[in-house]
């Protein structure tokens, strides 16, 4: 699976993805989640490199956010941070809209309406226990969101680790037998697992999301 390449319509397109790890105070080993998320943050500014306007970075204690130039990419992004910050559990707010002030390198010196949108989604997370809120301003895309991430997060709650790892694989290199290859399985054992824990239905959905967001983002 890849990631679309950007239409130069999209660029005036202001998109924040702002995050946080639940349970953060709960964590002892406070330098190891720091380095764990600032890897993912360097690994997820090479990912969204065509869309990044502004860069992910940590902005504060457990919280990061970043600022790119189209929906389309963000249910993957989504997938890829929650995968790449195991074992911690990931919250994440997407919002959309206008930024009142220059777009500058350190996304924390920015303000406007989709940081604001941004805010609220994940503060919503917070207060409903859940992992991903879009608040967009785009009626459609929240409501499409708000049916989909529901489901995906009881789906997606039931994985162990290595179904994540396993799942990044099969992104990465779009094929079971490649990933059956790269573990050391069955294709069959792979096929059987991909199934039955729903990664294979996961996956096809945020590809038909994503897909339906570059449309929505022109």
């Given at each position: 699976m890849i990631f679309l390449p950007p239409s130069p319509m999209l660029w005036?397109?202001?998109v924040v993805l702002t995050g946080d790890i639940v349970a953060s105070r709960a964590v002892s080993d406070r330098e190891g989640l720091l380095q764990g998320l600032v890897g993912a943050m360097e690994r997820i500014n090479g990912r969204l490199a065509p869309w990044v306007l502004s860069?992910?970075?940590?902005?504060?204690g457990d919280e990061?956010?970043?600022?790119?130039?189209?929906?389309?990419?963000?249910?993957?992004a989504i997938f890829d941070l929650k995968a790449w910050l195991l074992p911690w559990k990931v919250r994440i707010g997407v919002g959309a809209g206008g930024v009142s002030?220059?777009?500058?390198?350190?996304?924390s010196l920015m303000d406007g309406e989709a940081f604001r949108r941004a805010a609220e989604a994940l503060q919503v997370a917070r207060e409903a226990r859940r992992e991903v809120v879009f608040r967009t301003g785009l009626k459609p895309v929240d409501e499409v969101a708000e049916m989909i991430y529901?489901?995906?997060?009881?789906i997606w709650g039931r994985w162990r680790e290595e179904l994540w790892q396993r799942c990044l694989l099969f992104l990465e290199?779009?094929?079971l037998k490649g990933v059956a290859e790269e573990v050391g399985v069955s294709y069959q054992a792979i096929h059987k697992e991909f199934q039955r824990s729903g990664a294979m239905k996961v996956l096809e959905v945020m590809e038909k999301f994503q897909r339906w967001l570059e449309g929505r983002s022109a």
């Open positions: 005036e397109m202001y860069p992910f970075r940590v902005v504060r990061f956010q970043g600022l790119i130039s189209s929906l389309g990419p963000v249910p993957m002030t220059r777009v500058v390198e350190d996304v529901p489901l995906m997060e009881t290199g779009g094929s």
